[in-house]
């Protein structure tokens, strides 16, 4: 059994920051990728950030030079600092990871509960 535990959502003023974290813990033989996701009202869950194993990143278009995703491989966390936060950014942040439990089984994807980042005035 694998837990993700999102940390650092909140209310913020346009224009502000926000770090989230992410913590995986139960039973992990190893994490490949590891991303975060969100989710406005009315809209379908869309991809923020992802980072591999070896630290190469992607991120949706939107987020570019304002986002940076980080990991500590070690600890089993992935990190989003937000910075220049807009309107449009506010949604229910999702921590996702790609795990395997024991060498040689299948990776599986697991996903946190969800925090809630609003950005208004």
């Known amino acids: 059994h694998v837990q993700l535990v999102e940390s650092g959502g909140g209310l913020v003023q346009p224009g502000g920051s926000l770090r989230l974290s992410c913590a995986a813990s139960?039973?992990?033989?190893?994490?490949?990728?590891m991303g975060w996701y969100r989710q406005a009202p009315g809209k379908q869950r869309e991809l923020v950030a992802t980072?591999?194993?070896?630290?190469?990143?992607k991120y949706a278009d939107s987020v570019k030079g304002r986002f940076t995703i980080s990991r500590d491989n070690a600890k089993n966390t992935v990190h989003l600092q937000m910075n220049s936060l807009k309107p449009e950014d506010t949604a229910v942040y999702y921590c996702?990871?790609?795990?395997?439990?024991?060498?040689?089984?299948?990776?599986?994807?697991?996903w946190g509960q969800g925090t809630q980042v609003t950005v208004s005035s």
């Open positions: 996702n990871a790609e795990v395997q439990w024991r060498i040689g089984v299948r990776w599986s994807d697991y």
């Open positions: 139960g039973s992990i033989f190893s994490i490949n990728a």
């Open positions: 980072i591999t194993r070896d630290g190469n990143t």
